[in-house]
């Protein structure tokens, strides 16, 4: 094998595990965002929820005077 073919058959190699770390950060990437928009709509539901509990209990944290260190 020449020089030349055996550096084109490195580079042929190289260029398949990029390729495969390509593939698998895309996959990743894609699992993370999913992760994300569950996160993001979890918070939403907290926060409802949270807002619903403070009305139901009749609670308005800005009608609250302030703590003493203020």
């Keep these: 094998m020449s020089d030349l073919e055996q ?3 490195e580079l042929e190699v190289r260029l398949t595990f990029i390729d495969d ?3 698998a950060l895309t996959v990743a ?4 965002s999913l992760r994300i928009a569950e996160l993001e709509r979890l918070v ?3 926060r409802s929820e949270l807002a619903s ?3 139901g209990h009749g609670h308005d ?3 609250e005077p302030p703590p003493p260190h203020y």
């Design 53 to 55: 509990v403070r009305t």
């Design 44 to 46: 939403r539901e907290l």
């Design 61 to 63: 944290p800005h009608s």
């Design 21 to 23: 770390a390509v593939q």
């Design 7 to 9: 550096r084109l058959a």
């Design 29 to 32: 990437d894609a699992d993370q």
